[in-house]
């Protein structure tokens, strides 16, 4: 079956630093893979998605790299700011009527 | 503006009572889904509907009931049946042919 496994948080970082939230994946076949980030109180927004191997998704500093041979696709960012601040959800969708999402990963940074 | 609106922010419910959460849509999407979020947890899928007077159980149906008479609603329905409700719940949909989905802001229902 299909799922996700993200790394457990909260992560915490001081501003400026270099973030990576881990994100490994189970598919049977193609799967479109996401992340997407929730601020407290609200509801996910798309951060940036790829849907082929090998393919970068890219948003506001955030990538993020489509391994299909290591079924990963973790989240980078150079350089975080305080506004980063929020949980993060890596999810895949194989066809359109279902996703599957992590269990999300806190992530507080430090000014 | 186009989007996705859930009302009402917070709602609190008495145990035994039914509460009927709303999700509306403007965006013109045909798929329409309700996820429940529980604390330091991820989404689960309570119901989806791919088109109108069609909808299916997601992994964790049980106490909750879905209508989608119109294209645009996709009322979520909590009943005295769903013996731990208090959650954040999450409507979402994605148009057709794309796979990325599209969030309201939540629907916090506290049992009281």
């Known amino acids: 079956g299909n799922s996700v496994t993200q790394m457990e948080g909260p992560v915490t970082l001081s501003e400026e630093a270099f973030l990576t939230i881990n994100c490994t994946y189970t598919a049977t076949g193609y799967p479109s893979l996401f992340w997407y980030v929730q601020y407290p109180g609200e509801g996910l927004q798309l951060l940036l998605k790829?849907?082929?191997?090998?393919d970068k998704g890219s948003n506001k500093g955030f990538e993020a790299t489509y391994r299909k041979e290591t079924t990963s696709f973790h989240l980078e960012k150079g350089s975080v700011q305080v506004s980063d601040s929020a949980v993060y959800f890596c999810?895949?969708?194989?066809?359109?009527?279902?996703?599957?999402f992590g269990s999300g990963t806190k992530l507080n940074v430090k000014p | 503006d186009g989007g996705i609106t859930q009302s009402p922010k917070y709602l609190f419910r008495k145990e035994g009572q039914n509460v009927t959460l709303s999700c509306e849509q403007n965006?013109?999407?045909?798929?329409m889904y309700w996820y429940r979020q529980d604390p330091g947890q991820g989404l689960r899928l309570i119901y989806y509907?791919?088109?109108?007077?069609?909808?299916q159980k997601g992994d964790i149906a049980e106490g909750y009931s879905v209508s989608r008479e119109k294209k645009e609603s996709f009322p979520l329905t909590v009943t005295s049946a769903q013996k731990n409700p208090t959650a954040f719940y999450l409507c979402?949909?994605?148009?057709?042919?794309?796979?990325?989905?599209?969030f309201g802001q939540g629907t916090r229902l506290t049992v009281v």
């Open positions: 999810a895949l969708s194989e066809d359109f009527n279902k996703f599957y």
């Open positions: 979402a949909s994605t148009p057709r042919g794309r796979t990325e989905a599209f």
């Open positions: 509907s791919q088109i109108v007077n069609d909808f």
């Open positions: 965006l013109n999407h045909d798929a």
């Open positions: 790829a849907t082929k191997a090998d």
